[in-house]
């Protein structure tokens, strides 16, 4: 066990785009676990939009990050000590250990991951939180039916390259919206999606016109924005939209207008908003059919991977700008090999 | 019968506010109803908020009045004529004859009323398309809960005079929101809603809050815009939100931009848009429900009646601008008394 826990703190609430100067790097003591709580070293960190919200003193459906305060993420960790009956030292889980290396914690709500389903990333990725979203989101909120064209933003991103893989599995054409013509391409030719459409080109709304020759008949909502606003104009009689992030304007100093809900009327559409959270029941039905699907191959994922916890801040403030490419994950520490493996 | 037919037409589209120019009198020749038919007498024409976009020629739910044509609009009628055996002359229905004195039609998809039930002219309101569109948007897509605060928009209308009725009836906080003080001391000391704010005062957000101490659950929206963004702002976790109307924009040359949704997602809120149209299979439950309320005095409404066909343009104009106070009515011509009655 090293001698100091290295950890990245909010250092100040940004109006706007974060900075890096809006972090700070702090060493401090590993932490003791009291008796019933485990010492975990974190292997990987998760970075998700999410968080820009957490940076916000407003009241939201999560308590902010205080100024001075570990920032908040998902990670994939290995037990070093334990003072808990259920768990050992090797022992491997997902929780929410935050922007550090080290974390003692009761382990209330960690999840052990079972290193034979897939590469342990993936509990954070297409197997964890954003595959869940994806999932529930499209399945319980969109509610498509085999034939119906879904529609993704964000789509080579965690959740919406599940999001198109799931609908093209159920039967669906699957059009994603993505920021440049690479990420584009993937989506199309690397997880089968039918089509796909660069929100920044000129003509989007017709492109994205020509990519729905019958439609739009559910829409998963990862950006607000302008993108929401074309799309509106193209649904179809009861479509679905499940709202799933606001990513256009996480970074905005004020909020700023929304879509003209004239189309949502005319075609007795819905807009619901999500979180999964509130989804956690539907985990063992999620993990049973997505995990076979990556077993098998039928549904592939992307991982961006940036080494060592120094980069996070950098790195979050890309994913807010879209320069991210796939499940952007920050490699904390080096995964052990498995004794024997 | 006398020899002539006067009629409403739409002479030219509106980019804006309608006036008066926008509409043309004419007369022609009384309709001979052909094998089938039957010639019907309008008493009471309705004046409606969707009739604005059906001046507009854009794909819709509807088609768009022609030019020429006579302007759409919901009717009590009384037979004058019949080729059709199952309606003679005396009878009186509800219909879609339009803004016209006289009218020749199958008799497909009127509906007779019973002179004994209520005043005739509730058949275009508290009775009619107004109170079932009240009816499921509250209770359907609202699903409002005792206990549970709903709020509805151009609260004095047909349509939100009855939300916010059934709300009070169903055990929820009834909060009306309307354009005057005049018709916020009406919803409330006429109608028993518990609060309403007039949306036109300087801190309107900050009187909503006052007059929902408990948050928004319900929302029944029937004017979009500024209010519909108020609103937001306050919406407690699951709310949900029938959009019913946009008179807010129903004018405008643009789509003005909606809200932020941002609440939408933190409270994993929905908004969805509902035609009545869709729901006609309710109107039974409707019908005995509501009915019974009108009856029993427990449910109450406000007609404000204009006379005579030629005054129907500037009356419609003043619905759009909110100038009307209750459900707004065109008496062309008298209703004739029962005989014996």
Same mark, same amino acid.
């Given at each position: 066990?090293? =001698?100091?826990?290295?950890?990245?703190?909010?250092?100040?609430?940004?109006?706007?785009e974060?900075?890096?100067?809006?972090?700070?790097?702090?060493?401090?003591?590993?932490?003791?676990?009291?008796?019933? =709580?485990?010492?975990?070293r974190?292997?990987?960190?998760?970075?998700?939009?999410y968080?820009?919200?957490?940076?916000?003193?407003?009241?939201?459906?999560?308590?902010?990050?205080?100024?001075?305060?570990?920032?908040?993420?998902?990670?994939?960790?290995?037990?070093?000590?334990?003072?808990?009956?259920?768990?050992?030292?090797?022992?491997?889980?997902?929780?929410?250990?935050?922007?550090?290396?080290y974390?003692?914690?009761?382990?209330?709500?960690?999840?052990?991951?079972?290193?034979?389903?897939?590469?342990?990333?993936?509990?954070?990725?297409?197997?964890?939180?954003?595959?869940?979203?994806?999932?529930?989101?499209?399945?319980?909120?969109?509610?498509?039916?085999?034939?119906?064209?879904?529609?993704?933003?964000?789509?080579?991103?965690?959740?919406?390259?599940?999001?198109?893989?799931?609908?093209?599995?159920?039967?669906?054409?699957?059009?994603?919206?993505?920021?440049?013509?690479?990420?584009?391409?993937?989506?199309?030719?690397?997880?089968?999606?039918?089509?796909?459409?660069?929100?920044r080109r000129?003509?989007?709304? =017709?492109?994205?016109?020509?990519?729905?020759?019958?439609?739009?008949?559910?829409?998963?909502?990862?950006?607000?924005?302008?993108?929401?606003?074309?799309?509106?104009?193209?649904?179809?009689?009861?479509?679905?939209?499940?709202?799933?992030?606001?990513?256009?304007?996480?970074?905005?100093?004020?909020?700023?207008?929304?879509?003209?809900?004239?189309?949502?009327?005319?075609?007795?559409?819905?807009?619901?908003?999500?979180?999964?959270?509130?989804?956690?029941?539907?985990?063992?039905?999620?993990?049973?059919?997505?995990?076979?699907?990556?077993?098998?191959g =039928?549904?592939?994922?992307?991982?961006?991977?940036?080494?060592?916890?120094?980069?996070?801040?950098?790195?979050?403030?890309?994913?807010?700008?879209?320069?991210?490419?796939?499940?952007?994950?920050?490699?904390?520490?080096?995964?052990?090999?498995?004794?024997?493996?």
């Open positions: 066990v090293p =001698e100091t826990n290295r950890r990245v703190l909010l250092k100040s609430r940004p109006p706007g974060p900075r890096p100067s809006d972090f700070e790097i702090a060493e401090g003591p590993i932490p003791k676990p009291s008796d019933g =709580e485990i010492l975990c974190t292997i990987w960190l998760s970075l998700d939009p968080m820009r919200g957490r940076m916000k003193d407003v009241r939201s459906y999560a308590a902010p990050v205080e100024i001075g305060g570990v920032m908040v993420g998902g990670t994939v960790s290995e037990v070093i000590e334990s003072k808990h009956p259920s768990l050992r030292p090797g022992d491997l889980v997902v929780g929410m250990d935050g922007w550090q290396q974390a003692s914690s009761a382990p209330t709500g960690l999840r052990p991951i079972d290193r034979s389903v897939a590469p342990i990333s993936t509990a954070l990725g297409v197997l964890g939180m954003p595959g869940l979203t994806a999932y529930v989101g499209l399945l319980d909120i969109g509610r498509p039916v085999a034939g119906e064209t879904v529609v993704v933003s964000a789509a080579s991103g965690a959740v919406g390259s599940v999001v198109g893989q799931i609908a093209r599995l159920k039967g669906c054409r699957a059009v994603g919206i993505a920021g440049s013509p690479t990420k584009c391409g993937y989506v199309v030719n690397e997880l089968g999606f039918d089509a796909a459409v660069d929100y000129d003509g989007f709304a =017709e492109a994205l016109r020509d990519a729905c020759p019958n439609g739009i008949d559910v829409y998963f909502d990862n950006v607000a924005g302008p993108v929401l606003e074309a799309v509106l104009r193209q649904i179809n009689r009861g479509a679905r939209i499940p709202l799933c992030g606001l990513i256009s304007q996480y970074n905005a100093t004020e909020p700023p207008r929304g879509p003209n809900l004239a189309p949502l009327l005319t075609n007795r559409g819905l807009i619901r908003g999500f979180l999964v959270f509130d989804h956690f029941d539907r985990f063992g039905a999620f993990v049973n059919e997505v995990g076979a699907w990556v077993r098998n =039928e549904l592939r994922y992307r991982e961006d991977i940036v080494d060592g916890l120094d980069a996070a801040p950098q790195a979050f403030i890309g994913l807010l700008e879209g320069r991210n490419f796939g499940k952007l994950l920050v490699r904390v520490s080096e995964e052990r090999p498995v004794a024997g493996g």
